[in-house]
């Protein structure tokens, strides 16, 4: 009978080298570096081709399936996340593992990764309608996401400009409607004649702010004041 031998699994260390308290935009094909590296403490060396996967949470709460991939020649394992409709923007967690038959199952601690989604703005209503001086004027405005998901708690803020002046004027209040719809009811009473441009903006924690603007075009966008 030969010799016998007990073949065990390495041991591993895992280190950060990049990730820990990233930001990256959702949309726009930008991505975060999240990277480790793993060291072979039987060997005393950087372990290289370990399989391996790193995991983000889409909801600050649940794990996604994990980015499998292997270390490389000097032991790193990363990736270039870029985050999809599935992830939620805020603040979500991340870590990473070897999960190898040559050495013993290892993971990180949790690190943090801010994810920042997009806001984008329509200007649904009037549509360059004439208005006599003193009435109202409805103004309708749309936020949803970089996802097309509608957004109901946006900070809004709806103004008109005078097309020939630099004369601005705020319609407040802003009520929120559900399915991302926002409205303003504009008293024309101190307003001068002329052709009026919309202005609206939309901000959100966690969201890059948004601006819309609707040129007066007769019939079209915006709206005219008449006396």
Known sequence: IGPLFNLTADSLSLSIVAGDNSQVNRSGGNYANLAIRAYDQDWGRYAPNANGSIWVTTDGVNLDAGN???TNSSGHLETAFNPSCNYAPGVQKWLAGITDGCYATANTSNYTLEIYGSLQNSITGPAGPEILRGDNATINS????DCSQPVNDAAVNISVSHYFTPQSYSCTPVSNFSSGNYSCILNTS???????NISVNSSKSYFNPASALAEFSLGATGLWVET
């Open 142 to 145: 749309t936020v949803v996401t």
């Open 190 to 196: 101190s307003l001068p004649a002329g052709a009026y």
């Open 68 to 70: 499998q991939t292997a």
